[in-house]
C-alpha cells in the first residue's frame, strides 16, 4: 500500500495459532513495527480469552 498511496498499513493473518505478520518488501520501519503491535495485542486478547 505504501509503495502505491504513501499510506501505512498493518496486517496480520488470522486463524492460525500464533498471528502471522504480513509486510512487503516495499514496507517502511513503521509499517513493520504496527503490524508486530498488532499482533501482539491480537495474540494477548487471545491469550486472556483463553485464560477465564
Known amino acids: ?3 502505491l ?3 501505512n498499513g ?3 493473518a488470522l486463524g492460525a495459532q ?3 505478520i504480513l ?3 516495499a514496507s517502511g520501519a513503521q509499517t ?5 503491535a498488532l499482533a501482539l495485542i491480537y495474540a494477548r486478547y487471545i491469550e ?3 485464560v477465564t
Open 1 to 3: 500500500m505504501r509503495y
Open 5 to 7: 498511496s504513501g499510506i
Open 10 to 12: 498493518a496486517g496480520i
Open 18 to 20: 500464533v498471528p502471522v
Open 23 to 25: 509486510t512487503s518488501r
Open 32 to 36: 513493520r513495527k504496527a503490524s508486530s
Open 48 to 50: 486472556a480469552a483463553y
